[in-house]
């Protein structure tokens, strides 16, 4: 999802803040400043342990939908400053954007239904942001299928922890989905292979070994599957017998 | 969702299609659902308060199916979902109640090989229908099998499966043909004109939906004969025979754990009780039995932990038995899966199915066959 962008300086080129409003330009390239500038941005002492870690997420498209306030300020330039390109929407439109990697989404009632995509097949990470206010709706929170919550008032570590948790469970959830996918269709090939497996041995005369190698060979060579080769080997003896 | 002092009704969502190309077999499946709620409900519901069904119509639609679960869930707060015929429904339901921890209650047959811990299977696996129907059909008919079937996941699925059984047991698939779902009656005459060119002994149908009726009557208008050849099944029911007229019907077979002919006490109160409400010309059939069984299974676990949550109601349910319509069945713990009678009819003039086969006890589920060899050993 993150596009890898290959930029030799580290200069301001590799973020992208699609503004929606007019005056954030302005604010983008003072602050381009201090990304390049030498000394921490905002928030204190920030760790240099493990360099490569923090820039782990950089790069992402992030989309912010909240209302323009202090706290929202503070999440965008947090994101700016983590190299993330990011894109603020407000009010939050009927249904969420797909094409981002993150999105962090102010939490309404509504939110569940606006949310385009199946619990359980989400199009991109979720965090929701809970404004502080009031009693915290646990059941909502549970209904966006979220990956994580960033509450107000935003400070730069709760926004990098956010960003990072949920991207990394967002990644984690689809490589899971992926291996489940996976396991299924091995499951099929497995059975496939057993058969083509058993023809071959009565019909050629060979060992299960041979066998095996015969289908590993075709599937190399051809550059298919060997569940490929394997279902082709019976569909072509059911069509002979 | 604990229950003290309250008599709020325990609400559960219900999806069956009552309109569009599925409709004629979930309507029966809605039917089930409903006949076995308030005969609960008539006793008192259980713990002191009633079930109150949440129902939507997904019209046939599979993507549909995933949108109104996500509604159930998210906006009505119900955790659990009765409902599903097709397996691609069901595979639209499924992320939604994995995700938001819910729990689907399924009452059809289906191709197997799925495991989920948020889905209760009442319907047969192929261990328990495929396999000794495929035997029965070698012993009375002959080995050569001509398939039809819808075009979508469960016919092709069980196909492979049905491939594997016949070809393992000597015989062989002469001919294998596809139509869309709800496809219309003008798809069947080519595919009968083949069929009488070919010349199979069996012809394996996979047509599920409204064009089961078209199958079945371009069967008929050809003028081939079901003692010689005839169309076996694991889809149509009592309610499609009716659709496609009992002369048409008749002398075809389906394998399905229950049928309305099963001789019974349990089965006789139930079909009694059944056409009582809905009329004494309306038959009962495998998928409305088992989504009447399944509410009672649900029933039975909800009164005992009192809490609809998940977790609880899916640990509970393991390995608890119901005597049902069709014997006693029992939710086998390793799969999730319900423990099944396998039986094969066939149908006669009056729309009933008269039993050619019936297992000695029910049969565990066995959704990837593993008890089956590698390669289904016909024995």
């Known amino acids: 999802m993150s596009r890898i ?33 030498a000394g921490p941005p905002a928030g204190r002492s920030r760790s240099r342990k493990s360099p490569d870690h923090g820039r782990r997420h950089s790069n ?76 915290l709706d646990l ?103 | 969702m604990q229950s003290n ?39 008192g519901g259980i713990n002191g308060r009633p079930i109150e069904p949440i129902i939507y119509d997904p019209g046939s639609d599979s993507r549909s199916y995933g949108i109104y679960a996500k509604k159930l869930m998210v906006e009505d707060g119900v955790s659990t979902i009765f409902g599903c015929y097709t397996s691609s429904s069901r595979k639209a339901v499924l992320p939604v109640v994995e995700r938001l921890d819910g729990l689907l209650w399924y009452p059809t047959l289906y191709e197997g090989f799925e495991f989920s811990a948020n889905v209760i299977y009442t319907g047969a696996t192929p261990n328990q229908n495929s396999v000794q129907l495929c035997r029965t059909l070698m012993e009375l008919y002959g080995t050569r099998f001509y398939f039809v079937g819808s075009d979508y996941i469960y016919p092709r699925e069980s196909n492979r499966i049905m491939r594997e059984l016949i070809r393992n047991s000597g015989g062989s698939v002469v001919g294998e043909k596809y139509v869309a779902l709800g496809a219309q009656r003008s798809a069947f005459m080519p595919i009968m004109q083949d069929i009488r060119q070919v010349r199979p002994d069996v012809i394996f149908s996979t047509v599920v939906g409204e064009a089961t009726t078209f199958l079945y009557q371009a ?82 676990t909800l009164e005992k932990t009192n809490s609809m ?16 319509p069709q014997g006693g069945v029992s939710i086998n713990p390793i799969w999730g899966h319900a423990d099944l009678w396998t039986r094969i009819g066939r149908a006669n003039r009056q729309g009933q199915f008269d039993i050619v086969y019936e297992s000695p006890t029910s049969v565990k589920a066995d959704p990837y066959l593993l008890g089956y060899g590698r390669c289904l050993e016909y024995s």
């Not at chain 1, 385009?116 to 965090?127: C, N």
């Not at chain 2, 949550?309 to 049902?324: K, L």
Request: overall charge negative; aromatic content about 6%.
């Open chain 1, 5 to 37: 962008q290959l930029k030799s300086s580290p200069s301001i080129t590799g973020i992208r803040w699609e503004p929606a409003d007019e005056n954030v330009t302005t604010r983008c390239s003072a602050m381009a400043n201090e990304l390049n500038g």
């Open chain 1, 60 to 135: 992402l498209d992030v989309a912010v939908i909240a209302d323009r306030t202090d706290d929202c300020e503070r999440l965008l330039r947090e994101l700016q400053r983590l190299r993330c390109n990011v894109r603020h929407i407000w009010p939050v439109p009927p249904q969420l954007p797909t094409q981002h990697d993150l999105i962090f989404c102010m939490l309404t009632e509504d939110l569940p239904q606006r949310i385009p995509w199946i619990p359980g097949e989400p199009k991109a990470g979720l965090v929701v942001i809970d404004p502080g206010e009031g009693e």
């Open chain 1, 139 to 241: 059941k909502l929170i549970h209904n966006c299928a979220a990956h994580g919550v960033l509450h107000y008032p935003v400070t730069a570590r709760s926004a990098q922890a956010c960003l990072a948790l949920a991207h990394d469970h967002y990644l984690y959830e689809k490589r899971l989905r992926g291996r489940i996918d996976k396991l299924d269709e091995n499951l099929r090939s497995m059975r496939a292979v057993e058969r083509a497996k058993a023809l071959l041995i009565r019909m050629k005369d060979v060992t299960e070994e041979e066998a095996y190698n015969y289908l590993r060979r075709q599937a190399m060579e051809r550059r298919v599957t060997i569940g490929a080769v394997a279902n082709a080997i019976i569909d072509s003896h059911e069509l002979l017998s």
């Open chain 2, 5 to 43: 002092n309250t008599s709020e009704p325990w609400r559960v969502g219900v999806l069956f299609s009552r309109t569009g190309f599925m409709s004629v077999i979930e309507e029966t499946q809605l039917r089930g659902t409903l006949v076995a709620i308030d005969e609960i409900n008539d006793n």
């Open chain 2, 219 to 300: 069967y008929a208008d050809i003028g081939l004969d079901p003692k010689v050849t005839p169309i076996a099944s694991l889809t149509t029911s009592e309610a499609e025979i009716r659709d496609m007229g009992y002369d048409v019907g008749e002398g075809h077979l389906t394998a399905a754990p229950y049928f309305q002919g099963v001789g019974n006490d349990s089965n006789a109160s139930f079909v009694g009780r059944y056409q009582k409400r809905y009329g004494g010309d309306e038959p009962t059939n495998m998928c409305l039995e088992a989504s009447y069984f399944q509410v009672n299974v649900f029933a039975k």
């Open chain 2, 309 to 324: 949550e998940s977790t609880i109601m899916r640990d509970s349910v393991m390995g608890s038995e119901f005597d049902a």
